[in-house]
């Protein structure tokens, strides 16, 4: 129950967001989400940035999130400029001071990329034509893929696919994340009777449950190299922010340039 009733609350949260609030709303959350997120990911990668240096890492790390606000794709990129910019600037100013400056440019230049950059694209969907549909879609996915490749890994999980990484996840289970995944965004299709034909919706499901699976790598690979079990301890019974956005994270561009190439919004 410690973990079943703030993932329900969680949930249940989410969707009122994506289907109830206005996108300005959605761009507040998401903006303080992703702050917490950056200062989660710090908080791992460099335990001993703190105060205003750490604050100035996150608002870096923010600058592509802000310039999503705008829906614009191209202000997106100049966001991430602004962060790498400011980075540098920081990196000069205390240059004399940090014994290896070289780790904080690497630390924030990639805090920017993953996590500022890909959360920008959670913007750019919501303000895309459909974009609540888009979003709840994805997060249809990502949870059946979870929700699949857990099962079916206990159940049947043999072959290891990443085990230095993390040792539970099988080739079955992400058969099994597959399969569920693509479900789940066919029942949600067919509920909100989505602007995509089933056609183009079931590849587009499997390529975006294997991006997720990337993302929910890439989360691990840091927790494993920072030594943690957890990003955080905000979410009582689900670890941190992080732990439940990683997914997200990478296949959120992913739909977006999907939407983008395929002529659908």
């Not at 993953?114 to 459909?130: D, E, K, N, T, W």
């Amino acid at each position: 129950m410690n973990r079943v009733i703030p993932g329900l609350i969680l949930a249940a949260a989410w969707l009122l967001l994506l289907t109830l609030a206005p996108a300005w709303l959605f761009g507040l959350v998401l903006v303080f989400g992703a702050g917490l997120a950056l200062n989660e990911y710090f908080r791992m990668s460099m335990p001993t940035l703190r105060g205003g240096v750490r604050l100035g890492a996150i608002l870096c790390g923010l600058a592509p999130v802000l310039a999503a606000l705008s829906g614009q794709a191209e202000l997106v990129l100049l966001g991430l400029f602004l962060s790498l910019a400011a980075c540098i600037v920081m990196g000069l100013t205390r240059y004399a001071s940090w014994e290896n400056v070289l780790h904080f440019l690497s630390n924030t230049g990639f805090a920017s990329l993953y996590l500022g950059l890909c959360s920008a694209y959670l913007m750019l969907l919501r303000l895309l034509p459909h974009g609540s549909f888009w979003l709840i879609l994805l997060t249809a996915i990502i949870a059946g893929s979870d929700t699949g490749a857990y099962y079916s890994g206990r159940r049947f999980g043999r072959r290891k696919i990443f085990p230095n990484i993390s040792p539970k996840k099988t080739l079955e289970g992400v058969v099994g994340g597959i399969l569920c995944g693509a479900a789940f965004a066919i029942i949600v299709h067919l509920l909100m009777d989505g602007p995509i034909a089933l056609v183009l919706l079931v590849p587009a499901a499997v390529l975006l449950v294997l991006v997720g699976i990337a993302g929910d790598l890439t989360e691990s690979m840091i927790k494993r190299a920072s030594g943690v079990k957890d990003s955080g301890t905000i979410l009582a019974g689900h670890g941190g922010l992080l732990d439940r956005i990683d997914s997200l994270l990478l296949s959120a561009p992913a739909l977006y340039y999907l939407l983008y190439f395929l002529g659908i919004s």
